[in-house]
């Protein structure tokens, strides 16, 4: 092991340079030591104290051996070495209050050469004279370990070779980077490629679907009826276009006396579930009408029906009886909303029934409200998303009404579509909507 002592920064950096060139180390590793010794060892030799570098060398198998590694160590005399704040040293060592020392791996084939100064193996002691690399007296030549470097052009050549290598680091990680940033704009282009193909895969898939289910419930949904003396229109729209079926149905035939039934389901939740839920009421109504049971009984046995088949199923039911003759209209009501009539002249009026609907407790309407249509009058069915769209259902009922009465004169057919329109110029509660319009018109013949 050698080692000496140093009262000035510059010949330090010298002696650890010269021991990096001397031992073969790789230039970035040499310029990674210099940089961390100084950095330990400038604010103790700012303090006035001087620091000790030591080399040892340690071989794999035996001293002769190629390989192994170079223990530099750098001490104080007191404890006042201390890691500096801020980034890690440029080379790792193990730091203590009064020393820190690195182990540098060595090329295979290295001699062994230790720290390249101008004192000899005494001088740890403070004794001896200092000289120079060639053992002549510090001073005379220039450089001691207190002192200039001894040889300025070797120490601007290890200099130079140090900054090529950086510079060409520095070069090649700028090159890195743009070969980095090169590969993943392409690579984020690629994945924006896929995405907008992914995603136009996505709404022809949506669209399909949607197409495939508005089929499929426009076929579940009865067929218009032509009745001599009636104008019979309806308009749905689901409360998404993603999912377009709902649980808003109606369902519309003639009785073998001549009357007309309707009936308006809005069964409870969206999509599929609640299609069947309304299906399920809507079939077993017409069953019970066609059956001829009283119109005020049938929402209770529709009830009594279902119940064990779709224990969780919970709807509103409104039912109407029309003679288109006479103009006769009874209304049965399971917690649906009222049905609204307005008058030739412009006169409005919500026909209220109260009941309770399928599902709910004590299921039935309460009555049976008997009213007279006149020809030129207009009565609205429709379910709550064409009044609750703003969430509160007495605004909506005010609007609805104000709708019904401007587009009485239109014709039937384009009539609830308008009033939809109307109606959701402002949606903050989306629902499934059905507005539905009858209107007595004259007979012919």
């Not at 203590?96 to 001699?111: C, E, I, K, N, R």
């Not at 003639?254 to 009421?281: C, E, Q």
């Amino acid at each position: 092991m050698r080692r000496h002592t140093f009262h000035a920064l510059p010949a330090l950096r010298h002696a650890v340079r010269r021991l990096g060139a001397a031992n073969a180390l790789p230039v970035e590793t040499r310029a990674r030591l210099v940089l961390s010794v100084s950095t330990l060892a400038d604010s103790v030799l700012r303090a006035g104290y001087g620091v000790t570098l030591e080399s040892a060398r340690t071989c794999t198998r035996d001293r002769s051996s190629a390989g192994g590694s170079l223990a530099v160590t750098l001490r104080t005399p007191a404890p006042v070495l201390a890691p500096p704040a801020g980034p890690e040293l440029p080379l790792p060592a193990q730091v203590s209050s009064d020393a820190a020392t690195w182990h540098v791996p060595l090329p295979d084939g290295t001699p062994e050469i230790r720290i390249p100064t101008g004192r000899q193996p005494d001088d740890a002691t403070g004794g001896g004279r200092p000289r120079g690399p060639g053992g002549t007296p510090a001073g005379a030549s220039g450089g001691d370990g207190d002192g200039a470097v001894s040889d300025p052009a070797a120490e601007n050549r290890l200099l130079e070779e140090e900054l090529r290598v950086a510079l060409a680091r520095v070069d090649s990680l700028a090159a890195d980077q743009r070969r980095l940033t090169h590969e993943l704009a392409e690579t984020n282009s690629g994945v924006l490629a896929l995405y907008v193909q992914l995603e136009e895969r996505d709404e022809q898939l949506r669209t399909a679907h949607g197409h495939i289910l508005r089929e499929l419930e426009d076929a579940l949904r009865p067929p218009p009826i032509a009745v001599d003396g009636l104008e019979l229109a309806v308009h749905y729209a689901p409360a998404g276009t993603d999912a377009p079926t709902g649980g808003d149905f109606y369902d519309w035939f003639t009785l073998p006396d001549g009357t007309v039934h309707i009936t308006v389901v809005d069964a409870l939740g969206h999509g599929v579930r609640s299609t069947r839920s309304a299906l399920n009421v809507t079939h077993a109504v017409r069953t019970l009408a066609l059956e001829g049971h009283p119109l005020k009984s049938i929402v209770a046995r529709t009830d009594e029906i279902l119940a064990p088949l779709d224990p969780e199923l919970m709807a509103t039911v409104l039912l109407a009886r029309i003679d288109p003759v006479s103009g006769d209209l009874q209304l049965a009501n399971g917690s649906h909303p009222p049905a609204l009539v307005v008058r030739g002249s412009g006169e409005k009026e919500y026909l209220e029934v109260r009941g309770r609907g399928v599902g709910y407790p004590f299921p039935g309407s309460e009555r049976l409200l008997h009213a007279k249509l006149d020809e030129g009058d207009l009565l609205v069915l429709y379910t709550d998303g064409l009044t609750e769209s703003r969430r509160d259902p007495r605004e909506g009922e005010q609007r609805l009404a104000e709708s019904a009465r401007r587009h009485r004169h239109r014709p039937t057919g384009e009539i609830p579509g308008a009033i939809a329109e109307d109606m959701h110029t402002v949606v903050l509660h989306p629902d499934d909507t059905l507005a539905l319009a009858v209107r007595l018109s004259p007979r012919s013949g």
